[in-house]
């Protein structure tokens, strides 16, 4: 079966601008979780979403946000972007909430400059 | 706080055993993961403990000991394409899918 799409796969916007992404989870799965590599911090966590509700959400500011549709598509949107944002992108897909396995995306590349 | 503590880098010779070790500090444990992650491509699941002891996979074993916060990956006969980052990971506290990773730890392995 297909695996966690995201979309697009880089990306390149310029200060002040604003960006939404986009993640297919695997078929059937319902629980997605969005995070952000960067090479000094690692993986951080973004986002949370089960069955459209967020259930979580990490220490980032007001201008990260995220949705999740009712086909378990989530996306989130990146506003008035800084050259800090510039990481890549992960979302992990999951059949349910404290699942044992999580699936990740190839990620998506934004460059802010 | 929470803080989870890999060593930055490690090498090893091919054919030989490595052991990637983490600690943690969370506010909460629901489980540790163990992930993969070669250089431009996505995590890969690797393993996942819960409760004490030895987990084992194939080359892959896992190991838990949550009274002293620590886990280790334990690599076998080490092949060229297990040069990675080994990522350790805690989930948090409540119902939820969210994880706490480390930084990683960057293995090479040489010929």
């Known amino acids: 079966k297909a695996g966690v799409t995201q979309t697009p796969r880089y990306l390149i916007k310029t200060r002040g601008q604003q960006v939404t992404l986009s993640c297919s989870p695997i078929s059937g799965h319902r629980s997605v979780s969005w995070y952000q590599q960067t090479p000094g911090q690692g993986l951080q966590f973004l986002f949370e979403?089960?069955?459209?509700?967020?259930?979580n959400k990490g220490n980032f500011p007001g201008r990260f946000s995220g949705r999740q549709f009712s086909n378990s598509r989530s996306e989130m949107n990146v506003s008035t972007l800084e050259l800090g944002d510039s990481a890549l992108y992960l979302c992990?897909?999951?059949?349910?909430?404290?699942?044992?396995?999580?699936?990740f995306g190839q990620g998506t590349r934004l460059t802010v400059v | 706080g929470q803080n989870i503590d890999q060593p930055t880098e490690m090498t090893a010779t091919e054919g030989a055993i490595v052991q990637i070790n983490c600690t943690y500090q969370?506010?909460?444990?629901?489980?540790l993961f163990w992930y993969q992650q070669h250089a431009g491509e996505a995590p890969t699941f690797l393993s996942y403990?819960?409760?004490?002891g030895l987990e084992e996979k194939g080359r892959f074993s896992s190991f838990l000991s949550r009274s002293k916060g620590y886990s280790y990956l334990l690599l076998k006969e080490l092949q060229m394409k297990d040069s990675a980052s080994y990522l350790c990971a805690v989930r948090d506290r409540g119902t939820t899918n969210k994880l706490i990773f480390g930084t990683g730890t960057l293995l090479a392995v040489q010929p």
């Open positions: 403990n819960v409760l004490d």
């Open positions: 969370t506010s909460g444990f629901n489980g």
């Open positions: 979403y089960f069955s459209e509700t967020q259930r």
């Open positions: 992990a897909s999951s059949f349910q909430v404290m699942d044992t396995e999580a699936f």
